[in-house]
């Protein structure tokens, strides 16, 4: 099987910085694009931002400017540097991976439990 673990989550002011990191370990024979998401009360889970193996980005408009993801590959770890954060930022953020297993040469989409991402003052 395969396991992604999210921490860092927790609360911060307005305009305030949080860093979050996601490593995935178990059965894994490659990884291929990581992300993060996320998911407001009431709302949709949306795409917040995703990186290949090779470090090409997908930023969403709205933290555009703010997040920054990266990740390492010999660790299998992404990371996620919020800067800026203000309220509409407050979600439970959870970390995604697309994993090609030892056994098995399907890729399949794995998913972080979430971490609470609080914006207040």
């Known amino acids: 099987q395969v396991q992604l673990v999210e921490s860092g989550g927790g609360l911060v002011q307005p305009g305030g910085s949080l860093g979050l990191s996601c490593g995935a370990s178990g059965s894994i024979r490659s990884i291929g694009i990581m992300g993060w998401y996320r998911q407001a009360p009431g709302k949709q889970r949306e795409l917040v931002a995703t990186?290949?193996?090779?470090?090409?980005?997908v930023i969403a408009d709205s933290v555009k400017g703010r997040f920054t993801i990266s990740r390492d590959n010999a660790k299998n770890t992404v990371y996620l540097q919020m800067n800026s954060l203000n309220p509409e930022d407050a979600a439970v953020y959870y970390c995604?991976?697309?994993?090609?297993?030892?056994?098995?040469?399907?890729?399949?989409?794995?998913w972080g439990q979430g971490t609470q991402v609080t914006v207040s003052s």
């Open positions: 995604n991976a697309d994993v090609r297993r030892w056994y098995d040469s399907t890729w399949y989409p794995y």
């Open positions: 990186i290949t193996g090779g470090g090409s980005t």
